[in-house]
């Protein structure tokens, strides 16, 4: 069985950093893409960064880029999503996911994934 949970959210004041990790077990980690998307009430689920299975690709939407890293640590199973410089608009529910399919292009689509993680709530306060 697939699990998959985040960590790390938390209130923070606007320019302020957080990192948020998401663990996976029940699947082999180093062969998937993986992705964090947010969503905030009333709005539909948004793509944030996603990253390819061996990590040499990454891409972001272009809010945060610049201000947000993803990586990964296929050793721990581990992805990571480190947010600088926080702004009230990343107010949101975070999310993790994984790819049931392995290798592939990442893609910022959560269509094209499989698992998710029950979310951890990020707060900006300005």
């Known amino acids: 069985q697939v699990q998959v949970v985040e960590s790390g959210g938390g209130l923070v004041q606007a320019g302020g950093s957080l990192r948020l990790s998401c663990t996976f077990s029940?699947?082999?980690?180093?062969?998937?893409?993986m992705g964090w998307f947010r969503q905030a009430p009333g709005k539909g689920r948004e793509g944030v960064s996603c990253?390819?299975?061996?990590?040499?690709?990454?891409d972001y939407i272009e809010s945060v880029k610049g201000r947000f890293t993803i990586s990964r640590d296929n050793a721990k199973s581990t992805l990571y999503l480190q947010m600088n410089n926080l702004k009230p608009d990343d107010t949101s529910m975070y999310y993790c996911?994984?790819?049931?399919?392995?290798?592939?292009?990442?893609?910022?689509?959560?269509?094209?994934?499989?698992?998710w993680g029950q979310g951890t709530q990020v707060t900006v306060s300005s």
């Open positions: 996911a994984v790819r049931k399919y392995t290798y592939g292009r990442s893609t910022l689509a959560a269509g094209d994934y499989d698992y």
């Open positions: 029940g699947l082999t980690f180093g062969n998937r893409n």
């Open positions: 990253i390819r299975w061996d990590g040499d690709m990454t």
